[in-house]
């Protein structure tokens, strides 16, 4: 579900101890792009790199952190923000100066001590204080018996760390851990030193390609770090619960075979390793999801992953799609959402049906659970909306999905099987490593194809009813009926509850 984030209460205003201030800084310059989410988001600037660093303490459950942004200007900047919350600042600087700085709900407005010239790169260095047990609704702590995990998205990553919290403005991550010895931390990345001393253990972890806020994972508890190579000699790690660990071995020797598969079709892997979460405690109060594509390591409920192979193998496969589309391509906004969770259902689908599994509904083919859908179309677009065009409340409903899949498998039915591969593939190439929008995706398909498929797709993707169904004549849309309200005057059908992250998923 989506939880209203977290609102600061007062407005702070901290300064750094060597300067005094004498004004309040100036308000927050926003960038309202993202029409679901139109307060995150900073003009001004863009990041291109994070050093984060955090010191986890055990016997207070608190972090002292400082992370280093380093961006470079697109403007002349008197003053500029972050996106932040629920963190307790102490110091900011920027190029090595104190700053001043103001909190004002979700924003962290920095005015340094000198202006800072378009086009320069500047250096804004933050220490605060976080508890991941922060016990409110829509923190991007995920706090465990033993230490934490990070779940930021969608828009939960600046309640872990200051930042600029759009999935655009991707940057190079490096993440260093100072946690006891007896446990365990590990993050986004690779692992390039660790170093122990005095009872405590310190790991530096580094993003060899660009990630976009939401989906950095730092996990900090009891936990093993098993590895295994993929069917290329991919590097595959998972951190396993030490007293999980092999009830979980068999749910996670799972992943060669299932890269192998997504290969085929997707192309190499596209990051520099890949592996698996499970949450160390069952049912963490604030972890509403059965998994979330956290960049190189994918996050789950260790319940989950318990069960038989046709149960869980579609889902997995849903997630490690993410790390193609999702991770490695990033949503320009979050209305571009469809083209992760799409993409992702599409080929967690076809690789259950290709082992011969049913779905949850009993369907066996692509064929026929596309009809079923198909069926849905006009009520879910009458409940949640357009399948581009979601809202904060819409965002995690069927339609960025299994509707996102509808809208990809008319896209085949449409150009064939072949064109659609080359499609999907010359898409992935354009913008791997980048964000992508919706609009890209239909200037890809209609140059690939040779087919202008601006009206067709803008149809299946904006449009208030379903659309025909390449290919299929006979398959018809549920018509949608008013029906009275409560109130006695009439309405479409009730919307449904937005789910859980990945609960909406078709694959489960």
């Not at 300064?15 to 792009?33: E, F, G, H, K, N």
């Not at 942004?69 to 190029?95: H, K, M, Y």
């Not at 000198?114 to 933050?126: K, L, Q, S």
């Not at 809202?391 to 896209?411: K, S």
């Amino acid at each position: 579900m989506i939880h209203p984030r977290y609102r600061v209460a007062t407005a702070l205003v901290l300064v750094s101890a060597s300067l005094c201030l004498t004004a309040p800084a100036p308000a927050a310059i926003s960038s309202p792009a993202d029409t679901v989410f139109p307060t995150l988001g900073n003009a001004g600037y863009d990041v291109t790199a994070y050093d984060l660093d955090l010191v986890y303490h055990d016997d207070t459950r608190l972090i002292d952190a400082t992370v280093r942004i380093t961006a470079r200007a697109t403007d002349r900047l008197t003053a500029f923000g972050l996106d932040s919350v629920g963190a307790q600042v102490e110091t900011v600087e920027v190029n090595g100066q104190p700053a001043t700085a103001t909190q004002r709900e979700e924003k962290l407005t920095i005015a340094p001590a000198t202006r800072i010239a378009n086009g320069a790169r500047f250096v804004t260095r933050v220490s605060y204080t976080a508890d991941p047990r922060m016990d409110v609704p829509g923190s991007g702590w995920v706090y465990t018996d033993d230490g934490f995990a990070v779940g930021g998205q969608p828009d939960l990553a600046h309640s872990v760390f200051p930042c600029n919290d759009v999935p655009s403005d991707k940057a190079r991550f490096v993440i260093h851990l100072d946690v006891p010895s007896r446990l365990t931390g590990v993050a986004s990345g690779t692992l390039r030193t660790t170093s122990t001393a005095a009872d405590r253990t310190r790991s530096t972890y580094v993003s060899e390609h660009p990630m976009a806020t939401e989906l950095l994972q730092i996990v900090v508890g009891e936990y093993t770090v098993v590895t295994r190579k993929g069917p290329h000699g991919e590097k595959l790690r998972d951190v396993v619960p030490t007293a999980k660990a092999a009830q979980l071995e068999p749910a996670l020797a799972l992943t060669p075979g299932q890269l192998a598969w997504v290969e085929k079709k997707l192309g190499p892997f596209p990051l520099e390793t890949y592996g698996i979460v499970p949450i160390n405690t069952d049912v963490p109060p604030n972890f509403d999801f059965t998994g979330l594509e956290t960049q190189t390591l994918t996050l789950y409920r260790s319940t989950y992953l318990v069960q038989p192979e046709a149960k869980i193998a579609s889902h997995m496969m849903h997630e490690l799609v993410h790390s193609w589309f999702g991770n490695s391509v990033t949503p320009r906004t979050w209305s571009d959402l469809w083209i992760n969770e799409g993409h992702a259902d599409f080929y967690g689908l076809l690789y259950r049906y290709e082992k011969g599994w049913a779905d949850s509904r009993g369907y066996t083919t692509m064929a026929d659970r596309m009809r079923y859908t198909y069926a849905q179309g006009d009520l879910w677009r009458s409940t949640s909306g357009p399948v581009a065009v979601p809202t904060a409340a819409t965002l995690w409903d069927n339609q960025r999905y299994t509707g996102g899949v509808l809208v990809l498998y008319a896209l085949r039915e449409k150009i064939g099987e072949e064109a659609f591969n080359r499609v999907e593939r010359t898409f992935f190439a354009k913008y791997r490593d980048r964000s992508a929008g919706t609009e890209d995706y239909i200037r890809i398909a209609s140059k690939v194809s040779g087919q202008d498929l601006t009206a067709f797709l803008r149809d299946w993707l904006y449009g208030t009813t379903t659309p025909a169904m390449p290919g299929h004549p006979d398959w018809t849309v549920t018509p949608v009926t008013p029906t009275p309200s409560a109130s006695g005057a009439f309405s479409l059908f009730s919307a449904p509850p937005s789910l859980p992250h990945d609960a909406a998923s078709a694959t489960l």
